[in-house]
T-cell receptor
Framework: DTGVSQDPRHKITKRGQNVTFRCDPI?????LYWYRQTLGQGPEFLTY????????KSRLLSDRFSAERPKGSFSTLEIQRTEQGDSAMYLC?????????????FGEGSRLTVL | AQTVTQSQPEMSVQEAETVTLSCTYD???????LFWYKQPPSRQMILVIR??????QNATENRFSVNFQKAAKSFSLKISDSQLGDTAMYFC?????????FGTGTSLTVIP
């Protein structure tokens, strides 16, 4: 399977714990995005990487959130001291740099439930 | 800031019929692209159709077509000959710069 893969698919954690999600984009894609999606809403932009550089971060990304893409390949999204409001689907997407016309290829998402 | 509005939270259509999903957007950019994405239940989002803002001709992809009204900032999706596999959430999106902005989605159910 050469699509975008995310791990884990589901995570249940207690409030205050740290969680980490991993995203493996399509190999030739140099752009990688993280989005958050809650029930009844569209995806909300969190952050964006071009190769290993994190170029944009949303104001939604509090200091408890950190994302990395150390070698320009896979990416991790860590949430520290989770809160119930962090419960959501975390989507990863990748694309090629084609003058911003390229479509996004999404993974199936990592669903986080904070108890 | 960019905004995307989908005013129809839920819609249904009989199999083989035609349905139109509405989307309006707001942007101050002159160069942008518009997309419709489909999210089937428990599956990843996939691109349905794309429209370049500077092109007046409406995009079509098989049974899917758009009605792009740039002055009105409207970008509706028409699905012809609806099939059961079209049941999904549909999201309208705009890209300006490096960010995609999505609407809240329309849940479409195709009734056999």
């Amino acid at each position: 399977d050469t699509g975008v893969s995310q791990d884990p698919r589901h995570k249940i954690t207690k409030r205050g714990q740290n969680v980490t999600f991993r995203c493996d984009p399509i190999s030739e894609h140099n752009r990688l995005y993280w989005y958050r999606q809650t029930l009844g809403q569209g995806p909300e932009f969190l952050t964006y990487f071009q190769n290993e550089a994190q170029l944009e971060k949303s104001r939604l990304l509090s200091d408890r959130f950190s994302a990395e893409r150390p070698k320009g390949s896979f990416s991790t999204l860590e949430i520290q001291r989770t809160e119930q409001g962090d419960s959501a689907m975390y989507l990863c997407a990748s694309s090629q740099e084609v003058a911003n016309t390229g479509e996004l290829f999404f993974g199936e998402g990592s669903r986080l439930t904070v108890l | 800031a960019q905004t995307v509005t989908q005013s129809q939270p839920e819609m249904s259509v009989q199999e083989a019929e035609t349905v139109t999903l509405s989307c309006t957007y707001d942007t101050s950019e002159s160069n942008y692209y518009l997309f419709w994405y489909k999210q089937p239940p428990s599956r990843q989002m996939i691109l349905v159709i794309r429209q370049e803002a500077y092109k007046q001709q409406n995009a079509t992809e098989n049974r899917f077509s758009v009605n792009f009204q740039k002055a009105a900032k409207s970008f509706s999706l028409k699905i012809s000959d609806s099939q059961l596999g079209d049941t999904a959430m549909y999201f309208c999106a705009i890209i300006t710069g490096n960010q995609f902005y999505f609407g809240t989605g329309t849940s479409l159910t195709v009734i056999p």
